[in-house]
């Protein structure tokens, strides 16, 4: 299954992402550092690593199987948006940006999903 990661869409988004969570937590109180930060840390981090490496295994179950991880991880970063601003770290209008990046990379990475699955040969 080996592709070139970087040129993947769903890569390229999932890691502007993480540059952009790391920058939003920077203003989250110190007392935090261990908890949600750590928490949106990884798992924004998780999504691109999850997709580069799942582009290297060698078949498409393989293959997709790391990509739903990263979906997975999605999910996570939603409800720790959620927590973050009901908590008041971030602000609504912050909350709404993230939250659509991160409905636009869900949206593509199961469209992308689809298409790996389709391609197993069984």
């Known amino acids: 299954m080996t592709t070139n990661f970087h040129n993947l869409e769903v890569w390229q988004i999932g ?17 935090e550092k261990n ?21 290297t295994r060698s078949t498409s179950r393989a293959y997709s199987q790391f990509l739903n991880y990263s979906y997975g991880s999605i999910k996570e970063l939603e409800v720790l948006l959620m927590l973050s601003r009901d908590l008041k770290y971030i602000n609504d209008e912050e909350y709404k940006i993230f939250f659509e990046k991160l409905d636009i990379l869900s949206r593509k990475l199961y469209s992308f999903i689809n298409i790996i699955n389709n391609e197993r040969i069984y």
């Open 15 to 31: 890691y502007e992402l993480v540059l952009d969570f790391y920058k939003i937590t920077e203003k989250f109180p110190e007392s």
């Open 35 to 55: 908890n949600i930060i750590s928490q949106i840390k990884r798992a924004s981090v998780s999504i691109p690593l999850n997709i580069a490496e799942g582009s």
